[in-house]
């Protein structure tokens, strides 16, 4: 298989007004400066009872990891503790990626991909697995290995998210399929447990437009965000590097979520490189809420745009921050990457 990208959080937080947000709010300054945390690749931020907590794949891509603060500013200096570490041998001693943390069933969970060691197409074997707290606090409690997540068939998958929508949890992630020629599409399914699906996946997305098949043929990192009575699906396409960027799908709340044929795609990005503001590659997003109640996107990015090498092994994917608005029919409108430095 070729080399491949990577990569969601959200719901909550109460649908926003139309008016109640701008694209570029004003007043006074977060505390927050960007780049947030460097060389956090596949951000996540989550906001659960008064405490942000922050995961994202490391450089070396060999550990699990948490950090959290009261304040999203905060996170940037926030200690972070490792959770796990990949084993030395067998399916989980090579590439780590991709993690997210959510409350499963009362328990903490984190999921990510990981594959085998040992070189070659073999560390690419990439499948969702996940592992477990002991206790209810997840900075202190004792983590272990919950087991490997059980798709409906086997084949390269990551970029696992988890969802609540109308009393039923639900799982979306990126997958390649065996007869179509893309290196993963996304899916979506109801879950039985936190290892198992209770239906068959619904497709949700085939990466066929320009822009979602720069350097590789990829839809991949779903995150969700419920607003103004509909879903909407953001992802991130193409290769990691400046061509990365993101699109969105769209449902109505009310409907049957499982049937693509209610779901709408963009057929332009929502979300891109800025040469202007020189932020390069955005993308693997997540969505939470600051401490004044407003949208924010939490995504990462570069700051340059060459690359010496496979974007793979660039480490300098940083985890960003900005609000964000939605325009009169309550779409999003994330703008573009803002420049380096405090955050209004």
């Given at each position: 298989m070729?080399?491949i990208?990577?990569r969601?959080?959200?719901?909550?937080?109460?649908?926003?007004?139309?008016?109640?947000?701008?694209?570029r709010?004003?007043?006074?300054?977060?505390g927050i400066?960007?780049p947030?945390v460097?060389q956090?690749?596949?951000?996540?931020?989550?906001l659960?009872?008064g405490?942000y907590?922050?995961t994202?794949?490391v450089?070396?891509y060999?550990?699990?990891v948490l950090?959290?603060s009261?304040t999203i500013?905060?996170?940037a200096t926030a200690?972070?503790?490792?959770?796990?570490r990949?084993l030395?041998s067998g399916?989980?001693s090579?590439?780590?990626?991709a993690?997210?943390l959510?409350k499963?069933?009362?328990r903490w969970?984190?999921?990510?991909a990981?594959?085998p060691?040992?070189?070659g197409e073999?560390?690419f074997?990439?499948?969702?697995?996940?592992i477990a707290c002991?206790?209810?606090?997840p900075?202190?409690?004792?983590w272990h290995v919950?087991g490997?997540?059980?798709?409906a068939?086997?084949?390269?998958?990551?970029?696992?998210?988890?969802?609540?929508?109308?009393?039923?949890?639900?799982?979306?992630w990126a997958?390649?399929e065996?007869?179509?020629?893309?290196?993963?599409?996304?899916y979506i399914?109801?879950?039985?447990?936190a290892?198992t699906?209770?239906?068959r996946?619904?497709?949700l997305?085939v990466p066929t437009?320009d822009?979602?098949?720069?350097g590789f043929?990829?839809n991949e990192a779903?995150?969700?965000?419920a607003?103004?009575g509909r879903l909407?699906?953001?992802y991130?396409a193409?290769?990691?590097?400046?061509?990365?960027?993101?699109?969105?799908?769209s449902?109505r709340d009310?409907?049957d979520?499982?049937?693509?044929?209610h779901?709408t795609k963009s057929?332009v990005?929502?979300?891109?490189s800025?040469?202007k503001?020189?932020?390069?590659g955005?993308g693997?997003n997540s969505?939470?809420v600051?401490?004044?109640?407003?949208?924010?996107?939490?995504y990462?990015?570069?700051?340059?745009?060459?690359?010496v090498?496979d974007?793979?092994?660039?480490?300098?994917r940083h985890t960003?921050?900005q609000a964000?608005?939605?325009?009169?029919?309550?779409?999003?409108v994330?703008?573009?990457?803002?420049?380096n430095g405090p955050l209004a």
């Amino acid at each position: 298989m070729s080399l491949i990208d990577r990569r969601s959080f959200v719901v909550g937080a109460g649908a926003l007004s139309a008016g109640a947000l701008a694209a570029r709010p004003r007043g006074k300054r977060t505390g927050i400066v960007n780049p947030l945390v460097r060389q956090r690749a596949d951000a996540q931020v989550m906001l659960h009872d008064g405490w942000y907590y922050m995961t994202g794949s490391v450089p070396q891509y060999d550990r699990l990891v948490l950090r959290r603060s009261r304040t999203i500013a905060g996170l940037a200096t926030a200690e972070e503790r490792v959770l796990w570490r990949h084993l030395a041998s067998g399916p989980l001693s090579g590439f780590i990626w991709a993690p997210e943390l959510h409350k499963v069933d009362g328990r903490w969970v984190m999921y990510f991909a990981a594959g085998p060691s040992g070189g070659g197409e073999d560390v690419f074997r990439i499948r969702t697995h996940a592992i477990a707290c002991d206790g209810d606090d997840p900075m202190t409690g004792a983590w272990h290995v919950l087991g490997q997540f059980r798709m409906a068939w086997d084949s390269f998958n990551l970029d696992s998210t988890s969802f609540v929508h109308r009393g039923t949890r639900y799982f979306a992630w990126a997958q390649r399929e065996d007869g179509i020629d893309t290196n993963s599409n996304l899916y979506i399914a109801p879950m039985a447990s936190a290892l198992t699906l209770a239906a068959r996946p619904a497709r949700l997305s085939v990466p066929t437009l320009d822009w979602e098949t720069r350097g590789f043929k990829v839809n991949e990192a779903p995150a969700i965000l419920a607003r103004h009575g509909r879903l909407f699906l953001t992802y991130s396409a193409s290769a990691t590097d400046a061509r990365y960027c993101m699109g969105m799908l769209s449902v109505r709340d009310d409907v049957d979520i499982m049937d693509p044929a209610h779901w709408t795609k963009s057929q332009v990005p929502v979300f891109q490189s800025s040469p202007k503001n020189k932020v390069w590659g955005p993308g693997h997003n997540s969505f939470t809420v600051d401490e004044r109640g407003r949208d924010m996107l939490v995504y990462h990015g570069r700051d340059y745009e060459k690359i010496v090498g496979d974007p793979l092994f660039d480490p300098n994917r940083h985890t960003r921050v900005q609000a964000f608005g939605y325009d009169a029919d309550g779409v999003p409108v994330f703008g573009e990457p803002v420049a380096n430095g405090p955050l209004a």
